[in-house]
T-cell receptor
Framework: DAGVIQSPRHEVTEMGQEVTLRCKPI?????LFWYRQTMMRGLELLIY????????DSGMPEDRFSAKMPNASFSTLKIQPSEPRDSAVYFC???????????FGQGTRLTVV | GENVEQHPSTLSVQEGDSAVIKCTYS??????FPWYKQELGKGPQLIID?????GEKKDQRIAVTLNKTAKHFSLHITETQPEDSAVYFC???????????FGTGTSLTVIP
């Protein structure tokens, strides 16, 4: 398996623009997580899905952030409008079942200027 | 919710020495404790994990210990090598739901 695949690897955008981050989980995994990593706050869970259904989105910072999982093999995290403080590395991870290990993608480094 | 604390934040050791990273958690219901290694520019990679029904687990040079009573768990790396240099994260997970709560990370430097 190729592991969790995220795209793009790097994204530079201007403040106010819409940004869409993409994730393909490991085939067969039924839980998917979006994390944000910054120096100040470390790894923060933004949202997670179980069987394509959002279970906990309490970590989503504000209404500018939204996430979808239209099917078992694809998820998006959208920021609209983007702000400089959204600059961070965003990770997607997936796991199998509630007892499974979580595997991370390589991350998307977002820079909002 | 669960609160995971990790120490130290930075650690430097001479090649060949041992490194120990410690974490504490707040919720006694947490039952799964993975450790991740993150190299520069990459995502965290699972290196070892332990479940609450086990006190110790070892995989070659890496071992993890769990003290449920004290609610702390530790990562031990023996015979450290320069390629062990990375940021290490501990995490804890509840038995219900699937959220992982991460520590703040330890930057390990192994000096050749």
């Amino acid at each position: 398996d190729a592991g969790v695949i995220q795209s793009p690897r790097h994204e530079v955008t201007e403040m106010g623009q819409e940004v869409t981050l993409r994730c393909k989980p490991i085939s067969g995994h039924n839980s998917l997580f979006w994390y944000r990593q910054t120096m100040m706050r470390g790894l923060e869970l933004l949202i997670y899905f179980n069987n394509n259904v959002p279970i906990d989105d309490s970590g989503m910072p504000e209404d500018r952030f939204s996430a979808k999982m239209p099917n078992a093999s694809f998820s998006t995290l959208k920021i609209q409008p983007s702000e400089p403080r959204d600059s961070a590395v965003y990770f997607c991870a997936s796991s199998l079942g509630e007892g499974g290990e979580a595997f991370f993608g390589q991350g998307t480094r977002l820079t909002v200027v | 919710g669960e609160n995971v604390e990790q120490h130290p934040s930075t650690l430097s050791v001479q090649e060949g020495d041992s490194a120990v990273i410690k974490c504490t958690y707040s919720d006694s219901a947490s039952n799964y404790f993975p450790w991740y290694k993150q190299e520069l520019g990459k995502g965290p990679q699972l290196i070892i994990d332990i479940r609450s029904n086990v006190g110790e687990k070892k995989d070659q040079r890496i071992a993890v210990t769990l003290n449920k009573t004290a609610k702390h768990f530790s990562l031990h790396i023996t015979e450290t090598q320069p390629e062990d240099s990375a940021v290490y994260f501990c995490a804890a997970r509840y038995p219900t739901g699937n959220q992982f709560y991460f520590g703040t990370g330890t930057s390990l430097t192994v000096i050749p």
